[in-house]
């Protein structure tokens, strides 16, 4: 049965998945890395496809922008199409002097300016804290290939315009600004499963630095590789 979101039927999702934010990226990483790769969805454009990389049936989808645009998503994947591994690719703003422009961040941790964990548990200052098993498979792949692979805390923004400055958490070591992480990480941890986070570094909030929306679409193929080696890592 499709979900509100999602047209697929039970059994067109692999029980891995990589999620980008844009659909156009899920797009391309199916046409690039997959092998016989067949759109699962198409509802609101935010498209879907399931296919083999070497071998192993793998997903990927866009999520949209965002912490409740991810948590639909997620939420959806999980509980009803029995996803347990779920690995978001993306890009982040880098609010470290030590962490570069196109550099990968691999998220161990999310702290946020959202209720959505505030919401749950009041009481609580909760770390969002990606699945270890998931992490160091990242970050093993990333060393070798040769790849600049920070591993730390992100900050997980409700606004991409205004709200609290994040670029101060940069002075206590946080590496970089993304909007999907802690929601896709508080997720697994409610519901038991992986989940883990790398991004490329497409802007730098200290020196002005960018990459162009072309680069990011189609570049950032590093990152994708990681993502794709961890999902099928034994
Ligand atoms: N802020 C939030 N999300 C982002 C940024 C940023 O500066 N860069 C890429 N994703």
Do not use: C, Q, R
């Given at each position: 049965m499709p979900t509100p979101h999602i047209g697929a039927q039970k059994?067109?999702?692999?029980d891995k998945i990589l999620l980008p934010g844009d659909p156009l990226r899920a797009k391309f990483i199916a046409e690039n890395f997959f092998e016989n790769p067949v759109q699962f969805n198409n509802v609101r454009g935010m498209l879907g496809f399931t296919g083999t990389y070497k071998g192993e049936r793998v997903s990927v989808m866009g999520t949209g922008m965002g912490m409740p645009s991810i948590s639909i998503y997620a939420n959806e994947l999980i509980s009803?199409?029995?996803?347990?591994k779920l690995i978001r690719v993306g890009t982040a703003g880098s609010i470290n002097p030590d962490v570069h422009i196109r550099d990968l961040v691999i998220a161990q941790a999310a702290a946020t300016t959202s209720a959505i964990i505030r919401n749950d548990f009041p009481s609580f200052d909760l770390p969002m804290i990606s699945d270890f098993d998931l992490l160091d498979k990242a970050f093993h792949i990333a060393k070798d290939l040769k790849l600049n692979a920070h591993v730390g805390n992100v900050l997980s923004s409700d606004?991409?315009?205004?709200?609290?400055?994040?670029?101060?958490?940069g002075k206590i070591g946080v590496m970089a600004i993304e909007m999907e992480a802690a929601a896709l990480f508080y997720l697994g941890m409610k519901h038991h499963v992986q989940t883990l986070a790398i991004m490329t570094?497409?802007?730098?909030?200290?020196?002005?630095e960018a990459t162009t929306s072309a680069e990011r679409e189609l570049t950032f193929t590093d990152m994708m590789k990681v993502g794709l080696e961890t999902l099928i890592a034994e």
């Open positions: 059994g067109e999702i692999a009803e199409y029995g996803v347990k606004l991409f315009y205004g709200g609290p400055n994040g670029v101060e958490l570094i497409s802007d730098h909030l200290l020196t002005g």
